[in-house]
């Protein structure tokens, strides 16, 4: 059908930036993406007001350039409001594999535009995007596709801390802008890679429940480091999803590889949002619930309790793709038992210093001991974290902690052990210990 294209303004001011064709002369209905930066008034208060319209300019332009390079686009590019970006799409045909596909166009200029940097006088900066996309065949009429497009758009939650206007603050999120925009450059020069930590058996050293991939860069001289200033930096800017995401995808290539090894990822709960953002990972899992039944993803329980529901629906629909999910460092969070409860983890991570307070006295012991009754009630497996010395792993199994994770038993390595063992025609031993299969364990069994 012709698109029967009218303005769709629906009484919010925007500005024309580009557009080409001109409608009438394409078929199909009309779709909307409604793009919004996150962090424009971060920037405004930490550089400028200038540096804020400089931005948000410069961020139309990219993506115009992205969506006329390599994409058959035929529509309209709207600076709507000082942080928002419209684009209108013209011929969109009555097929649904067309939406997926636009859906993945998306994805993949967020993902282009958040990885680019910004350079403001001598700053490099970063933007967080949020996005959403409605076609006219969804609701009907463009003016109320445009209308949901803004309100799927509104309701996404907010990744990030809030801003401040006062001189401290703006001088701290410069820095962490600093940090992170290296960390981000690192990334995409293929400078941060996974390394690989067995959580072993303490009985027996070469049965793994499964290896976590840890974020790790790679300094001038070639010795690795861990980057969490950086990614803690990432948090608070709002970007840590696109990072998490990454690692996440360079997981599933390690499964996908070598079929018979589980492995597991940790990400921030602030980047456990169910939205357009894991369509592409949900795509995968979906397509290939063997690939998921081997995946855990880790999430630490540092997440604020306003989040819980977010990180509860996200864990919920990952595990109906079939993946299990771990809650990490357990114990230095502020989330209460009921939201902790709420979540049903398969497996809880007690945290490492926990292990090593238990090491030093009988009160720390006691604490330990308290602890591992409590994830015990959570989860039908516990790992202790952080175990460096045989008197620890000792005192943790004498609690029953017989799963065990640390430069004790296997620091991490970039060396996969799994791939060693194909090369030599064996497999790698790894057991499910008493993981509930996929699919089995109960999800959300209190409300919040």
């Known amino acids: 059908m012709r698109s029967s294209y009218t303005s769709t303004n629906c009484g919010r001011r925007r500005t024309l930036v580009a557009s080409a064709p001109h409608p009438e002369a394409v078929d199909g209905d009309l779709a909307f993406i409604v793009l919004r930066i996150e962090n424009y008034q971060h920037i405004v208060f930490a550089y400028g007001k200038d540096a804020g319209v400089a931005i948000h300019a410069e961020f139309c332009s990219r993506i115009i350039n992205q969506l006329n390079d390599g994409y058959p686009f035929h529509g309209a590019v709207y600076a709507g409001g000082e942080s928002d970006v419209e684009v209108e799409i013209w011929g969109i045909l009555e097929d649904s594999h067309l939406d997926r596909y636009n859906i993945a166009m998306l994805n993949a200029l967020c993902e282009q535009i958040a990885m680019s940097s910004f350079t403001w006088k001598r700053h490099v900066l970063h933007v967080a995007i949020s996005a959403s996309f409605v076609s006219e065949q969804e ?12 309100e799927a758009l509104a309701a996404a939650p907010i990744i990030g801390e809030p801003p401040q206007s006062n001189p401290v603050w703006a001088q701290s999120y410069r820095h962490d802008m600093e940090v992170a925009a290296k960390l981000l450059a690192d990334l995409d020069r293929g400078e941060i890679v996974l390394s690989w930590q067995p959580i072993c058996h303490a009985e027996d050293s070469e049965a793994v429940l499964y290896h976590e991939g840890l974020a790790r860069g790679i300094d001038a001289s070639g010795q690795y480091y861990c ?38 990822v940790n990400i921030s709960a602030r980047s456990a949002v169910l939205d357009r953002w894991w369509d592409e990972i949900r795509a995968r899992l979906a397509a290939d619930p063997g690939l998921a039944s081997r ?47 709420t979540l049903s983890p398969d497996i809880v991570k007690i945290a490492s210093i926990f292990l090593r307070a238990g090491d030093r006295g009988q009160r720390g012991a006691a604490v330990l001991a308290h602890l591992e009754g409590l994830a015990r009630a959570l989860a039908p497996t516990v790992v202790v974290e952080g175990v460096e010395t045989e008197a620890q792993s000792g005192l943790a199994r004498a609690l029953g902690l017989v799963w065990q994770q640390g430069y004790g038993l296997g620091p991490p390595s970039s060396a996969r052990p799994w791939a060693a063992a194909r090369r030599n025609g064996r497999c790698l031993r790894e057991t499910d210990g008493d993981l509930p299969a996929p699919f089995q364990w109960e999800v959300g069994f209190l409300n919040a």
């Open 295 to 341: 995946l855990i993803i880790e999430i630490t329980e540092t997440a604020p309790p306003g989040a819980i529901a977010d990180v509860r629906a996200f864990m919920g629909e990952m595990r109906r793709l079939g993946c299990r999910f771990a809650l990490d460092d357990f114990g230095t969070g502020y989330a209460s038992i009921q939201h902790l409860l």
């Open 227 to 264: 980057p969490t200033e950086a990614i803690q930096s990432l948090e608070r800017l709002g970007l840590i999803r696109i990072f998490d995401q990454r690692m996440v995808l360079n997981v599933l290539a390690e499964l996908q590889a070598y079929p018979s090894v589980r492995l597991g």
């Open 139 to 150: 609701v009907g009429r463009s003016a109320r596709a445009l209308g949901h497009a803004r």
